[in-house]
């Protein structure tokens, strides 16, 4: 299960910290207190998948709260790291042109999730880049589908906001 769910539950926690090496510790910390409470798991319509996620969406409740937070920039991150989140996903590695465009996009979408709040990164990094149902996401998060929605809805908002800013009054 860790080598098949690893992965997984490091990039989501990646795409809301922005900080391998923090998304490292969450992720470690996420498959040891897994480890430490498998006996205790119980299937009620809750996978295992989504049981990790809620895990680690629990480790990164505690981090933030824990942590002042400022949001980290993927400037600060390596080069090196970052192409392996950008193209991990995949079976055959793309030509050097196409991993720097994949990587410049995927510089510009995390940036714009830093300004967003924690819980908006969440729902918005496990419903697209999980592919989670918004029932699943309610489960792992422990809200309601209704305020997955919002949550989802109002996240995008601010992120289109944030592609094409309103015009401001007074600029002729």
Not at 21 to 44: M, V, Y
Not at 47 to 54: E, G, N, T, Y
Not at 151 to 168: S, Y
Request: aromatic share 12%; proline share 4%; net charge positive.
């Amino acid at each position: 299960m860790y080598d098949r769910y690893y992965p997984r539950i490091l990039g989501y926690v990646f795409r809301i910290t922005g900080d391998y090496s923090i998304a490292c510790d969450i992720t470690s910390e996420t498959f040891l207190k897994a480890w430490i409470k498998i006996g205790t798991f119980k299937w009620r319509g809750i996978s295992i998948s989504s049981w990790f996620f809620k895990i680690a969406s629990n480790e990164l409740n505690q981090y933030f709260r824990r942590k002042a937070y400022t949001p980290h920039t993927l400037l600060d991150q390596s080069l090196a790291g970052l192409t392996a989140f950008a193209t991990g996903r995949g079976g055959q590695e793309p030509d050097p042109g196409t991993r720097l465009e994949q990587l410049e996009e995927y510089r510009n979408m995390h940036a714009m999730l830093n300004t967003l709040a924690p819980d908006y990164r969440k729902v918005i990094a496990l419903r697209y880049f999980e592919e989670l149902s918004i029932r699943q996401i309610s489960e792992i998060l422990g809200k309601r589908e209704g305020t997955i929605r919002s949550l989802l809805f109002r996240g995008l908002e601010k992120m289109k906001r944030l592609i094409d800013p309103p015009a401001t009054a007074g600029h002729d």
